[in-house]
């Protein structure tokens, strides 16, 4: 397709959307642009209806739609933020919605897919086979499928939040893109190569389900033979036909991150600028903080996009605890005492002197490797970072403990 065909289409898109989708801020990141140099800005699309940019494509589709198809309704298959996404779109325009989602789909995005008046299914353990499900269904319905990503109205959609981030930072030089199967990092491409060629544009993917590098240097979309990534929200097995033309056409860079930095990125998010952040929304993040500035080559200033938010409360307390692990700040170790009274005592203040804060303690005498006089005690700790932490092992060495930290 031609490259003002494509920005003939964003540009449509944006004003279909105009009266539907928030124009969500963007807000500067103080910590960040110490780290790398630079002005840098998060685009908040965790603050977008539903919780992620996805009704942006996925309205942008249904809306397209013509009248005969919409009286058959459409159908989706999705982790959770395009299944949202694509409910939501459908019921504001008055079309009936069904949505096939994996067996451990997180339950506040099942609950909150069926809230947006989708119809739900649970159809096996991965995207790929929901989306088989959701092939046959609309081949048995007449329904049409709504992709995550693989059409162009999605791409479409999904590239106005470039145009956003053009009017919003006018002289912005790198946009940083979570991306999983590819219609947000084509759109963005896209648009910044014919609007802002200036613009350094970035994608990232998690290490662990990173099919972009690959399909890339195949010259085609080749799907990973397997992927495990907290970053369900970027977890594609495949790219997209649609995405991989323009991203090739565009030539973004495609980074990836492993997960101790999703996991840090998000608890930034948390602490520093206030915003709940699931794992693949906090991709971009994770970039500036696990890479300097020269090997992402940034021109500044920089906007990292935010791409979700709907995180369950049971993984964010895992992540938090993750992030915290992986900062620096919680230490876990097994402390080899003596089992006589005032032992542990003994231990406890000089946890104190050192200033770590004592989460858990807990006893075990069943040990093999343990003599009979002694017992293991196993501890969590919250330091202040890894200087802290390192003072606090070297101080428990000093004073004769034998200290195995954990993992």
């Known amino acids: 397709m031609a490259r003002m065909d494509v920005i003939a289409q964003i540009e449509a898109a944006a004003t279909l959307l105009a009266p539907v989708i928030r124009r969500t801020p963007v807000v500067a990141s103080r910590v960040l642009a110490d780290r790398t140099g630079h002005e840098v800005w998060l685009k908040c699309e965790n603050l977008q209806r539903t919780g992620s940019f996805k009704p942006r494509g996925a309205y942008n589709r249904i809306a397209n739609l013509p009248r005969a198809d919409r009286v058959r309704g459409v159908v989706a298959a999705s982790a959770g933020n395009h299944a949202q996404g694509v409910a939501w779109a459908a019921t504001s325009l008055g079309i009936e919605s069904t949505v096939f989602m994996p067996v451990g789909a997180a339950l506040p995005k099942l609950v909150a897919t069926r809230a947006y008046g989708a119809t739900v299914y649970q159809v096996g353990e991965t995207i790929d086979e929901a989306l088989s499900a959701a092939r046959d269904f609309a081949e048995q319905t007449g329904a049409t499928l709504v992709h995550p990503f693989d059409h162009m109205d999605i791409v479409a959609g999904q590239g106005t939040i470039a145009l956003e981030i053009l009017q919003q930072l006018p002289d912005v030089g790198t946009l940083i893109v979570p991306t999983g199967g590819g219609g947000l990092l084509a759109g963005v491409a896209a648009a910044c190569q014919r609007l802002a060629p200036r613009v350094r544009v970035i994608g990232v993917q998690a290490e662990a389900a990173a099919a972009w590098p690959a399909s890339l240097a ?29 991203i090739v056409k565009c030539a973004p860079t495609i980074l990836t991150v492993d997960e101790d930095a999703l996991s840090k990125a998000l608890l930034l998010c948390m602490e520093r600028a206030k915003l709940i952040v699931e794992p693949a929304g906090a991709a971009a993040v994770a970039a500036l903080m696990a890479r300097t500035a020269e090997e992402l080559a940034l021109q500044g200033p920089v906007c990292a996009i935010l791409s979700g938010g709907n995180i369950d409360p049971l993984l964010l307390t895992r992540v938090i605890g993750h992030g915290l692990s992986a ?52 501890l969590t700790l919250e330091t202040r970072g890894p200087a802290h932490r390192d003072d606090v092992l070297t101080a428990l060495s000093d004073a004769g403990y034998v200290v195995h930290v954990q993992d």
């Open 327 to 378: 900062a620096g700040r919680y230490l876990a170790a097994r402390v080899t005492i003596s089992d006589r009274p005032g032992s542990l005592g003994g231990l406890l203040a000089e946890l104190g002197r050192t200033g770590a804060s004592v989460l858990d303690v807990a006893h075990s005498r069943t040990g093999a490797w343990l003599a009979i006089d002694e017992v293991e005690v196993l």
């Open 218 to 246: 195949a010259g085609k979309p080749v799907p990973l033979a397997q992927m495990t990534t907290m970053a369900d929200g970027i977890a594609v097995g495949r790219p997209g036909e649609v995405p991989f033309e323009h």
